[in-house]
C-alpha cells in the first residue's frame, strides 16, 4: 500500500513543480516596465529593485513589481494545495514544496524567449515562504527592517534575514519546510554573489542613491 502511494507522489510532485516553475516564470517586471513606458528595473544599477526604485523615482513601480512577483510564490503555493487537497489531504503539504521550489526556480531563470533573466529571487522567496509559514514571514520582514533601516542596504539584510529563515522553521518544528528554504537561500546567496562582492568591496548601492551609483 505505502509503496503504491510512493509511486502516486513521484508524478503529482513533478506536476507541482512544473505548475510552480511556471507561475513562478512569468515575467512581471518586463510586463509592468513595458505597460508603464520605462526601463526593466533589473537593467538599472544593481539590478535590486527596491533599490533601483527609489532612486529612479519608480517607488510604486518597484512595490507593483516586488509585489506581483511574490503573489507569484503564494499562486503556486495556494493553487498546488487547493488542486491536491481534494482527495489528497494528507499529501498535500508534500506536493506545495516542489510546488515553492518551482516558483524559485521560474522565478528566477526566466525560460521564455527574449525576456532576459534578472530577478534574484527575493520576492518569490518571501511569497512562498508567506504562503507556507505566514508567522515566519513577517518574522522575516522585521529582520530586514532590522538590518535596512541602520545600514541602507537592502541585499546585506536579504542576506541575514534568508540566512535566518530555516533556522527559525526549524525551532518551530517545520523540517520539511526548513530543509526546503536552506535549499532556497543557498540559491538565493548565489543569486546575491554579485552584492555580496560589492558589499565586500564597499561600492554596493544603498536606498535612496541615485541607481548605478554603488
Not at 539584510?157 to 543557498?186: C, D, H, N, R, V
Amino acid at each position: 500500500m505505502l509503496q503504491s502511494l510512493d509511486l502516486l507522489l513521484v508524478p503529482a510532485n513533478g506536476v507541482a513543480l512544473l505548475v510552480g516553475y511556471l507561475l513562478g516564470s512569468i515575467p512581471v517586471d518586463p510586463i509592468l516596465t513595458r505597460l508603464a513606458g520605462t526601463r526593466n528595473l533589473h537593467s538599472i544599477g544593481s539590478g535590486n529593485i527596491g533599490v533601483n526604485g527609489l532612486g529612479t523615482g519608480h517607488t510604486g513601480l518597484a512595490a507593483a513589481t516586488l509585489l506581483g512577483d511574490a503573489l507569484k510564490g503564494v499562486a503556486a503555493v495556494l493553487l498546488v494545495y487547493w488542486y491536491y487537497g481534494d482527495g489528497f489531504e494528507y499529501f498535500a503539504r508534500e506536493f506545495v514544496l516542489p510546488a515553492a521550489l518551482g516558483a524559485f526556480l521560474g522565478a528566477t531563470l526566466f525560460p521564455w524567449p527574449g525576456v532576459k533573466a534578472g530577478d534574484k529571487g527575493v520576492a518569490i522567496y518571501l511569497g512562498v515562504l508567506l504562503a507556507l509559514a505566514w508567522p515566519v514571514a513577517i518574522v522575516f520582514c522585521l529582520i530586514w527592517l532590522a538590518v535596512t533601516v541602520p545600514t541602507r542596504y537592502c541585499s546585506l539584510a536579504t542576506l541575514i534575514a534568508s540566512a535566518a529563515t530555516p533556522f527559525i522553521l526549524w525551532g518551530l518544528g517545520q523540517l520539511p519546510e526548513a530543509k526546503l528554504f536552506a535549499l532556497l537561500t543557498i540559491l538565493l546567496w548565489v543569486m546575491h554573489r554579485a552584492n555580496i562582492s560589492r558589499l565586500l568591496a564597499g561600492t554596493e548601492g544603498k536606498i535612496g542613491q541615485p541607481a548605478g551609483s554603488g
